[in-house]
């Protein structure tokens, strides 16, 4: 069940079809130029570093749901990556930091829990 749903900025929806196609161009320019992107292999911050990130990932991302938190919104989202051969998709939260129409942060968690408890709007 759904606790709350958002719709998803646009941004967002950019920043999306950009990693789903492997564009980590596109994806850096709907982020500002200190995005800090983070999961379970670390932080970084930059858009040369999201360049990078999206250019290695090999990561699908399908927005199932969306959450409104305090600085961003919490997307669920399954998630496939290329050296998986069997292509089962895991579900994946991540948190979006929103600063001025772009995104400023992104933090991955395994749990819807974990992502809408990150205090999202101290990140951002």
């Known amino acids: 069940?759904?606790?709350?749903?958002s719709t998803l900025d646009s941004v967002i929806v950019i920043w999306h079809v950009a990693v789903n196609n492997g564009d980590g161009a596109t994806a850096a320019?709907?982020?500002?130029d200190d995005v800090v992107v983070a999961g379970p292999k670390g932080e970084s911050t930059g858009r040369?570093?999201?360049?990078?990130?999206?250019?290695?990932?090999?990561?699908?991302l399908m927005p199932?749901?969306?959450?409104?938190?305090p600085g961003g919104i919490v997307v669920a989202q399954d998630a496939t990556w290329n050296s998986d051969t069997t292509n089962t998709p895991l579900t994946v939260y991540s948190t979006f930091g929103l600063r001025n129409g772009s995104i400023s942060s992104i933090?991955?968690?395994a749990s819807l829990?974990?992502?809408r408890a990150f205090p999202l709007a101290q990140a951002a």
């Open 64 to 69: 199932r749901d969306c959450y409104d938190v």
């Open 113 to 115: 829990e974990e992502a």
């Open 29 to 32: 320019a709907a982020c500002t």
């Open 1 to 5: 069940m759904t606790l709350t749903t």
């Open 107 to 109: 933090h991955r968690f």
């Open 48 to 60: 040369d570093e999201m360049v990078r990130w999206v250019e290695t990932a090999g990561v699908r």
